[in-house]
């Protein structure tokens, strides 16, 4: 089974920028489209920003609390994706996890990395 582990997180004052990696066990090119998702406690995950290749190329999407702060990005040779945080928030503070739709739809999460934003 393919599995993904979330790592780049940490501590980071208001303003600050962090990057997260997605390791996967396996080739990310069978995904057309792959994701970012956050939690923060008691809440369900949110997509924050996927990313999906085709024949027209790369199509990007963000949440509308990232637009213009977080970028997506994904090397399907290097199997790994990407999301450059910029301008963090207190309200970003979560665990971060990657995955993709076609796994998220069977419930199966790897491991996330936890972001916390704070002065």
């Known amino acids: 089974q393919v599995q993904f582990v979330a790592s780049g997180g940490g501590l980071v004052q208001p303003g600050g920028s962090l990057t997260l990696s997605c390791a996967v066990s396996?080739?990310?090119?069978?995904?057309?489209?792959v994701s970012w998702y956050r939690q923060t406690p008691g809440n369900q995950r949110e997509v924050v920003a996927t990313?999906?290749?085709?024949?027209?190329?790369?199509?990007?999407w963000y949440a509308d609390s990232a637009k213009g702060r977080f970028t997506i990005s994904r090397d399907n040779f290097k199997n790994t994706w990407h999301l450059q945080m910029n301008d963090l928030q207190v309200d970003d503070t979560a665990v971060y996890y990657c995955?993709?739709?076609?796994?998220?739809?069977?419930?199966?999460w790897g491991q996330g990395t936890q972001v916390t934003v704070s002065s």
């Open positions: 995955n993709t739709p076609e796994i998220v739809a069977t419930d199966r």
């Open positions: 396996g080739s990310i090119a069978r995904f057309s489209t």
């Open positions: 990313i999906s290749t085709g024949g027209r190329g790369a199509t990007r």
